[in-house]
T-cell receptor, first 110, second 112 residues
Framework: QKEVEQNSGPLSVPEGAIASLNCTYS??????FFWYRQYSGKSPELIMF????GDKEDGRFTAQLNKASQYVSLLIRDSQPSDSATYLC??????????FGPGTRLSVLP | KAGVTQTPRYLIKTRGQQVTLSCSPI?????VSWYQQTPGQGLQFLFE???????NKGNFPGRFSGRQFSNSRSEMNVSTLELGDSALYLC???????????FGQGTRLTVV
C-alpha cells in the first residue's frame, strides 16, 4: 500500500514568516512529487512539482526533495494570510495516478 | 487555454439511483484521472484513462465505472448510490505519464 504522510496541522505562522510543510512517502519507485493548494470548498491548485533531488524555487515557494530519505518539503517565504489553505503533497504512481497525503492545514495570522 | 471542465457542479441524488459525471480535459491532454474527496478519507484515486484505455484503478467497488472518449472527454458512473458516496468528485487532466495534473472544479454529489 503506497502511502504519503503529512502532518495534518493546523500549522500556524505569523504573517511574513516562513512556513515549512513536510511530507514523506513510502514507495521508493515514486519519481515525481507535487504540491497542491486547496482553499476550503475549492478544488486543488497545482503550486509546484519536483523530480530531482535538491531544491526548486518558484517565487515565494521552494520545494525540496530528498529521495534517500523519501522526504519532500515545501517552504513558503513571506507568508501571507492569502496562503491560508490546505496543502496537499502527492507522489506519482508510475505515471498513472497520484497518491495524495491527507494535507496540512496552514493558517497565516495577520 | 481553457481549463478542466466538470459538469454538473452540484448534484443531489437518492439512494439506489445512478449518476453520470462528465469531465472535459485541457485541450491536448490525453490522461484523465478521477478522485473522490471526503473529509474523512482525503483524496482517493478512482481510475485513470489514457487514450481511451483504463490504465489503473483504485480500490473502489464495481459500482464505480468510467470511460474515455476519442476526444479525451471522460465520464464516470456510479450505480446504486449509497449515502457514503456523498463526496466531491474531482477530475484531473494531464498531458501524459508522470506529468503534472490540473484539477477541474469538481462535482459535489450529495446522496440522500
Amino acid at each position: 500500500q503506497k502511502e504519503v504522510e503529512q502532518n495534518s496541522g493546523p500549522l500556524s505562522v505569523p504573517e511574513g514568516a516562513i512556513a515549512s510543510l513536510n511530507c514523506t512517502y513510502s514507495d521508493r519507485g515514486s519519481q515525481s512529487f507535487f504540491w497542491y493548494r486547496q482553499y476550503s470548498g475549492k478544488s486543488p491548485e497545482l503550486i509546484m512539482f519536483i523530480y530531482s533531488n535538491g531544491d526548486k524555487e518558484d517565487g515565494r515557494f521552494t520545494a525540496q526533495l530528498n529521495k534517500a530519505s523519501q522526504y519532500v518539503s515545501l517552504l513558503i517565504r513571506d507568508s501571507q494570510p492569502s496562503d491560508s489553505a490546505t496543502y496537499l503533497c502527492a507522489a506519482d504512481n508510475y505515471g498513472q495516478n497520484f497518491v495524495f497525503g491527507p494535507g496540512t492545514r496552514l493558517s497565516v495570522l495577520p | 487555454k481553457a481549463g478542466v471542465t466538470q459538469t454538473p457542479r452540484y448534484l443531489i441524488k437518492t439512494r439506489g439511483q445512478q449518476v453520470t459525471l462528465s469531465c472535459s480535459p485541457i485541450s491536448g491532454h490525453r490522461s484523465v484521472s478521477w478522485y473522490q474527496q471526503t473529509p474523512g478519507q482525503g483524496l482517493q484515486f478512482l481510475f485513470e484513462y489514457f487514450s481511451e484505455t483504463q490504465r489503473n484503478k483504485g480500490n473502489f467497488p464495481g459500482r464505480f465505472s468510467g470511460r474515455q472518449f476519442s476526444n479525451s472527454r471522460s465520464e464516470m458512473n456510479v450505480s446504486t448510490l449509497e449515502l457514503g458516496d456523498s463526496a466531491l468528485y474531482l477530475c484531473a487532466s494531464s498531458p501524459g505519464t508522470g506529468a503534472e495534473a490540473f484539477f477541474g472544479q469538481g462535482t459535489r454529489l450529495t446522496v440522500v
